[in-house]
């Protein structure tokens, strides 16, 4: 499948690299590609500059967030939450109507300090500010409680035996997006919390998981709901 | 130990009613004694009025919110959490000098309808603003996580085998608070999230938890942490 992902971070790299290696065809968009692909300094966690990833992952191109989107069957938001409606705009209304948006990101606001702070919580959330933009497009929100590695490799914990959600207003979106959540990545347990939202649920936890994150010394961690 | 216990709701009656049978010496506060006494109405979970309830704990003694403040040596927070603050200030700041204040109220806003928002979050929390209110209490926050019944009987679900958080500035009240979530309730897996300014993490999680509540169906449900 033709798959266009929008941010070339950690998630950006680590779903493309991911997906593939599955076999689809990638571009992973930038609001700068020639300024993105100049970059020499590692990122913020340590990973090599944005060209050097590309040339380990030949099976993915760089483009605007335009090119990925027009690529697209499916797109993924995997930018920072602060800058997801500016890249959305980037990348042009025309290229969503219709197509399932796969919304990762968090409304993570790093200018009061660490940890983080949301920008939109409460009475709001990312995920419902993207489907009330693109009206035509069919957002799912997910994967947005976990780092990156377990995003595409749930195994890395107990087996799997632990719990990602979806939130959307589109049941056939959710459908298809919790069957590639198991046919990719090899999620087991996923719970529907509802419509979209339901991710000022998904996206306040992430307060509660910054203080983990902090408590545990590992980003390397997910929830089990027991019942 | 006498143990003061403002609020008396679910969560205060299920608290008094499991710290009596223990053994502790439990006034349960109010805003209006005669008031609640008087009530014949079940409670908005279907719970008998309290004075029924009253009758079937004759441990715990009804009062003020300054007679309970004034009873404890440890103070439970049950109240409504956006009623937290009044009832505090009913209660009388010098009842708390120095008492550990075990705060489980969740600022929780049912005025904008279902599910609630929240009345504090982002960059503040209940559990802050009470210690800032009563700068010599020593405030834990903990047990807002999970439904009355688990907070006193965690062995309800899988033996146990899921964890429950604490916050706050005061090191050996937290590690107070710890040795009683075991020895009172058997809780076998406590996380030390860190400073008062963490219990904006587990507030936060309010809004995962309702909308686990209507997915799954049940408020009996916790979360484990997988690492």
Same mark, same amino acid.
């Given at each position: 499948?033709?798959?266009?992902?929008?941010?070339?971070?950690?998630?950006?790299?680590?779903? /493309?690299?991911?997906?593939?290696?599955?076999?689809?065809?990638?571009?992973?968009?930038?609001?700068?590609?020639?300024?993105?692909?100049?970059?020499?300094?590692? /990122?913020?966690?340590?990973?090599?500059?944005?060209?050097? @990833?590309?040339?380990?992952?030949?099976?993915?191109?760089?483009?605007?967030?335009?090119?990925? *989107?027009?690529?697209?069957?499916?797109?993924?938001? *995997?930018?920072? /939450?602060?800058?997801?409606? !500016?890249?959305?705009?980037?990348?042009?209304?025309?290229?969503?109507?219709?197509?399932?948006?796969?919304?990762?990101?968090?409304?993570?606001?790093?200018?009061?300090?660490?940890?983080?702070?949301? !920008?939109?919580?409460?009475?709001?959330?990312?995920?419902?500010?993207?489907?009330?933009?693109?009206?035509?497009?069919?957002?799912?929100?997910?994967?947005?409680?976990?780092?990156?590695?377990?995003?595409?490799?749930?195994?890395?914990? !107990?087996?799997?035996?632990?719990?990602?959600?979806?939130?959307?207003?589109?049941?056939? *979106?959710? *459908?298809?997006?919790?069957?590639?959540?198991?046919? @990719?990545?090899?999620?087991?347990?996923?719970?529907? &919390?509802?419509?979209?939202?339901?991710?000022? /649920?998904?996206?306040?936890?992430?307060?509660? @998981?910054?203080?983990? @994150?902090?408590? &545990?010394?590992?980003?390397?961690?997910?929830?089990?709901?027991?019942?």
């Amino acid at each position: 499948m033709n798959i266009g992902i929008l941010g070339t971070g950690v998630v950006g790299q680590t779903l /493309g690299g991911a997906l593939a290696e599955l076999g689809h065809s990638i571009i992973i968009g930038t609001r700068d590609v020639a300024g993105t692909m100049a970059q020499e300094e590692p /990122g913020v966690y340590g990973q090599p500059p944005f060209r050097v @990833w590309l040339q380990q992952h030949p099976r993915v191109a760089p483009g605007t967030f335009a090119d990925a *989107a027009r690529h697209g069957e499916t797109i993924i938001n *995997a930018t920072n /939450g602060v800058g997801s409606l !500016a890249a959305f705009d980037l990348a042009g209304a025309s290229n969503f109507d219709g197509k399932i948006i796969i919304d990762i990101s968090n409304p993570l606001d790093f200018s009061r300090g660490m940890p983080p702070t949301l !920008a939109v919580s409460n009475t709001d959330s990312l995920g419902e500010q993207i489907q009330r933009a693109y009206p035509g497009a069919r957002v799912v929100k997910t994967l947005n409680t976990v780092t990156a590695s377990l995003m595409v490799n749930p195994r890395q914990l !107990a087996d799997g035996d632990h719990h990602i959600f979806v939130s959307g207003n589109d049941a056939a *979106a959710k *459908a298809q997006v919790c069957e590639w959540l198991a046919a @990719w990545f090899g999620w087991k347990h996923i719970i529907d &919390l509802g419509d979209i939202t339901t991710a000022r /649920g998904t996206e306040m936890y992430l307060p509660l @998981w910054l203080r983990l @994150w902090g408590a &545990l010394g590992t980003g390397v961690f997910n929830i089990k709901i027991v019942k």
